[in-house]
């Protein structure tokens, strides 16, 4: 009696790597970004005398106050909504508005680093560095969204 065996062979295939949106890419740098902001505000906290200037009503060089508080809210409100507009914009004011928005938080995110001893001079490098990264990576692909050719109107240009 003879058995019949099969070889198996494992042959290694390449995984799937379908394009994704450009809207997709936006949005989860934006994601990527408020996380990082969230977490770097959250350990800046760990800095020796921080809380005890918060608990005496300063953050910074600015007394806390409603409109301080605001003005955070909005500084961080702001990437939180590109996350949906990201999605949810027609393209082109999406783009228009990722390179608008992308551009003006690089300041916001280095301004980060006003005040900071030199011994937080690596964290600060690191976390703004980070951030920037993303920032141009939401420029890039915003920058480089890409374009469909127009359609023509007249018939008679068609070839």
Same mark, same amino acid.
């Given at each position: 009696?003879s058995?019949?065996?099969?070889? *198996? $062979? ?7 790597? !379908? ?7 936006? /949005?989860? /740098?934006? +994601? ?5 902001? =969230? ?5 800046h906290?760990?800095q !020796?005398?921080?809380?005890d ?10 007394d ?5 508080m605001? @003005?955070?809210?909005?500084? =961080?409100a702001? !990437?939180? &909504?590109? %996350? %949906? &507009? ?5 393209? *082109?004011v999406?783009?228009? +508005? ?7 938080? @690089?300041? %916001?995110?280095v301004f ?29 692909? /915003?920058?480089?969204?890409?374009? +469909?050719? /127009?359609?023509? $109107? ?6």
């Amino acid at each position: 009696m003879s058995r019949t065996s099969t070889i *198996r $062979t494992n042959t290694p295939s390449r995984l799937d790597n !379908p394009p994704i949106p450009v809207q997709a890419k936006l /949005a989860a /740098a934006w +994601t990527s970004l408020m996380f990082l902001v =969230i977490y770097i505000d959250y350990f800046h906290l760990y800095q !020796p005398g921080e809380i005890d200037e918060i608990r005496g009503g300063v953050i910074f060089e600015f007394d806390i106050s409603g409109t301080l508080m605001s @003005i955070f809210f909005v500084v =961080i409100a702001i !990437p939180a &909504l590109m %996350v %949906v &507009l990201s999605m949810a914009l027609p393209a *082109r004011v999406n783009r228009a +508005t990722n390179l608008v928005i992308a551009s003006l938080y @690089i300041p %916001v995110m280095v301004f980060n680093a006003a005040g900071a001893s030199w011994d937080w001079a690596f964290y600060y490098g690191l976390t703004i560095g980070v951030e920037v990264l993303i920032l141009a990576f939401i420029l890039r692909s /915003a920058g480089t969204w890409p374009r +469909t050719p /127009a359609i023509p $109107t007249d018939p008679a240009t068609i070839t």
